[in-house]
């Protein structure tokens, strides 16, 4: 049975009745619908017949109308709100509104990038002056129809009427509006005015999720296609020096096995690589078969001999290295305001402390894959990718192929956190592709993704504050990092402008274990980081550690230093909002709660936790959450990326840790590596600072604060301080980790 609200079903509205029965069916039909004998039989959206308006918008003769979402989805929502902004401004109801992914077309859309939770932020201008010229070239339509002043009509819920009462479908004259010119100055709604910005709106493809339809990449599939899997050195540091594959030949359904290479070399030597192309040098080898399942047994059938090429790495030797760094003299300044050194040497009290994070893999629940399909006239890519625009433009060069002749489409990704910013997986499909000419999908298994990917940085933090006359007078930030540092707009977070005397300096060990963004890159654990100092500095100046963060805002306030990213008073009302939703310092016997506050992606975010022992170990309960991220447009996909973010941190900095030896990673899967489980999900409770400010990030600023709230809650709880990432490592108790 097909419904009408495809996007917008509601679960008060919508009874099912099931059974479960033993082969696993699911039977469910619509009571209320069933119980009316004059009830309409639904429509099928998708199927009906859709006049072209512009890249954005299709409507049909009914009036109903597809609206393309541009960005890639990543399980940040943005194929839900895009869509919604427009339909707002086009003034249409949202069950009228089919939901269709855009291609990859840098000349209709702009931006097409899932990073740095940008999508919503630099799309909300755009969107709303979409729907709303599309609206107002149908108004024009009608009062030509009409021969009336357009200014005499209006539009409601996809109905044009006028003065006389007559009426007019938008499906009724999309093809003539289509027509005409596209008017410069358009009226844009006001926030009171808006009827589905602000409602909550189900995932528009919430029915295809739960009943396993297509979306993924890897759900992709072509006639003829082939599908690869990619043997990558064990060790980062290693190159191939032969391979055997006698056995992989053996295998049913393997076809052949190449080596792929040359392409990578000679386009990284021409120079046009770009940051999102992070790919091994060496020769790779490669199963080419006629299924998954024979291309992943054919690889582990393969016999390759690896050779050192450059230092084969240790996570002891990274330690040192850090600590190093640390100690050393060539660093670089980011920001400088007063003179530190001159507040350390006049203070009454010093002081510092080091904080220490792993490396960390991604681990998207889906393995990274891609379809490429190279022929003598054009390259056809089909996947999941972060960066589609970039991987498009590698994968021409790559190949020597204009741009215009590569076409992208993007799948649903499962899951992304920074891993698919880098395309290394499309363009060895691509190069794999061009080999043997055939349509071909790479596989990957989650062993590949986690021991041959790209990582977390390992990270230390030296952070070090003088204290005079009871203030906070200098502060002096240090990094160490491998694989790469902060980049450029984090020293100009908090706490810059509220110290006088304030240093950020960054240094780098440029290893060969490939390093990139992770979910909220470097505040991840940054945050973590400096929310536990400003703690302990709290109780240094025994003052409440949620007044010490109030009271340094107030010198950011009104400050004519543009380099300054975050709101003082934008921080000041969420910390206060959470004070109060939280009830801090005012809860039961047995319940020890941590603050912290962090701005990053343009969201400011506070966050207290809640934990209890239990036989004496921390048990996290709950989290409360102040959000200040301007117009919330779909409170539903909102409080899903809040609340995914902090489970993200609270469950990396509790127990995720990964490691190298000699090049190779600790870990190759879930049964060694330790993620966060069902039952050690803390209760999250989300608020918004209610504003018509325009929208900021939201998929990765929940992360930052977490850790740095469990930790000043363990410490409240036990009197103890987390100063290396996972805590379970400081706590020291084995049956934590059981």
């Known amino acids: 049975m097909k419904f009408q609200n495809k996007n917008n079903f509601s679960r008060r509205n919508f009874l099912k009745t099931s059974v479960l029965a033993g082969g696993g069916m699911l039977i469910g039909f619509n009571l209320l619908t069933a119980c009316k004998p004059d009830a309409e039989m639904p429509v099928d959206i998708e199927n009906l017949n859709f006049n072209d308006f512009n890249a954005f918008i299709k409507i049909s003769d009914e009036g109903y109308v597809t609206i393309f979402s541009p960005n890639p989805e990543i399980g940040q929502g943005v194929k839900t709100s895009m869509p919604m902004i427009i339909a707002e401004e086009l003034n249409v109801e949202w069950s009228k509104v089919n939901v269709v992914q855009g291609v990859l077309d840098t000349k209709n859309y702009k931006r097409q990038l899932a990073g740095g939770s940008q999508s919503i932020r630099f799309g909300w201008d755009a969107l709303r002056q979409t729907g709303a010229t599309t609206k107002q070239m149908l108004v024009n339509a009608a009062a030509i129809k009409w021969n009336v002043n357009a200014n005499t009509c209006k539009a409601s819920k996809g109905i044009i009427t006028n003065s006389n009462g007559d009426k007019l479908g938008y499906g009724e004259v999309v093809k003539e509006a289509a027509l005409l010119e596209v008017p410069e100055d358009v009226k844009l709604k006001k926030v009171s005015e808006y009827t589905i910005i602000g409602q909550e709106i189900v995932n528009v493809d919430i029915d295809k999720i739960i009943t396993g339809k297509p979306l993924f ?14 043997l990558r050195p064990p060790s980062f540091g290693q190159k191939l020096e032969s391979f055997d594959a006698t056995k992989a030949k053996k295998v049913a359904g393997v076809i052949d096995v190449i080596t792929i290479g040359d392409k990578v070399r000679n386009f990284v030597k021409a120079g046009k690589n770009n940051w999102t192309f992070k790919l091994s040098e060496t020769d790779k080898v490669v199963v080419i078969a006629t299924n998954t399942w024979a291309a992943l047994k054919g690889k582990k059938a393969l016999s390759a001999v690896w050779v050192t090429d450059t230092k084969l790495e240790s996570t002891q030797d990274h330690d040192k290295i850090l600590t190093k760094v640390l100690d050393g003299k060539k660093q670089n300044i980011r920001r400088e305001d007063g003179d530190v050194h001159k507040a350390f040497s006049k203070a009454d009290r010093v002081i510092e402390k080091t904080y220490h994070s792993p490396f960390l893999p991604h681990n998207c629940m889906e393995p990274m894959n891609f379809y490429a399909n190279v022929t003598a006239e054009k390259v ?63 596989i990957s298994s989650r062993e590949d993704d986690m021991t041959t990917g790209i990582y977390r940085p390992s990270i230390k933090y030296r952070i070090k504050a003088s204290i005079k006359d009871g203030k906070v007078t200098g502060y002096h930030l240090k990094e160490a990092a491998v694989g790469g540092n902060m980049y450029g707009l984090i020293p100009n977070f908090f706490p810059a402008g509220c110290i006088p005397n304030y240093k950020v300096e960054t240094g780098n060990y440029r290893g060969n274990i490939t390093t990139g963004a992770w979910r909220a890159p470097y505040t991840n654990f940054l945050a973590f980081a400096e929310q536990s100092f400003f703690d302990e500095l ?47 310092g005012k809860t039961k016997d047995g319940v020890y709660q941590g603050f912290s506050a962090y701005y990053s992606h343009n969201t400011h975010v506070a966050e207290i936790a809640e934990i209890e022992l239990k036989d004496g170990f921390p048990v996290i309960k709950k989290v409360v959450v102040a959000v200040d991220c301007g117009v919330v447009v779909n409170p539903t996909g909102a409080r899903n990326q809040v609340e995914g973010g902090v489970l993200d941190g609270i469950g990396h900095a509790m127990y995720a840790d990964f490691s190298f030896k000699d090049g190779k990673p600790s870990d190759r899967n879930f049964d060694t590596y330790r993620l966060i489980r069902m039952q050690e999900t803390p209760k999250v409770e989300v608020h918004f600072v209610e504003n018509e400010l325009s929208p900021t990030g939201l998929g990765e600023p929940g992360l930052p604060p977490a850790g740095g709230a469990v930790a000043n809650a363990i410490n409240a709880a036990l009197g103890k301080r987390m100063y290396s990432q996972p805590f379970v490592k400081e706590l020291n108790d084995s049956s934590i980790l059981s």
């Not at 992304?416 to 349509?439: C, M, T």
């Open 217 to 230: 990449g890897l759900d992709y599939k072509a006639e003829g296609m082939l599908y690869a899997s990619v």
């Open 380 to 442: 056809h890519l089909v996947g999941p990718v972060q960066t589609p625009e970039y991987a498009a433009s590698v994968v021409a060069d790559m190949l020597g192929y204009d741009i215009d002749k590569v076409s992208l489409e993007m799948t649903r990704m499962g899951g992304g956190f920074g891993r698919r910013l880098y395309g290394d997986f499309v363009y060895e499909a691509a190069e794999i592709s061009n080999a043997i000419k055939k349509p071909v999908k790479v």
């Open 538 to 584: 709290a109780t240094e100046l025994n003052i409440d550690t949620i007044q010490l963060r109030l009271d340094l805002l107030q010198n950011v306030k009104g400050t004519s230093d543009k380099s300054i990213q975050y709101s003082g008073q934008r921080m000041e009302d969420t910390i206060k909002l959470v004070r109060e939703k939280a009830n801090w």
